[in-house]
């Protein structure tokens, strides 16, 4: 297996089930607007907005400016 993919799955299996929900349908290299990712979830977005503020502490999502979100790979 190839350094980033351990990496991706390292990351994957410390997320909590509802963050895996939002963190797996974003990349790395192309960043998805908070409607986007509602839209995929089903959920409200303040839950979005609350499931991804451990990811984003943790460093493994990024949020950009415009609510734009994006994976990070360490």
Known sequence: M????????????SLAPAERTLYDPL???????????VGLSGLTSSEVLAALFDPELKGVVRQLPGKQFLKVLL
């Not at 190839?2 to 299996?13: F, G």
Request: aromatic fraction near 0%.
């Open 27 to 37: 990349t790395e290299d192309e960043s998805r607007h908070m409607d986007g990712v």
């Open 2 to 13: 190839a350094p980033s993919e351990e990496r991706a799955k390292l990351v994957h299996e």
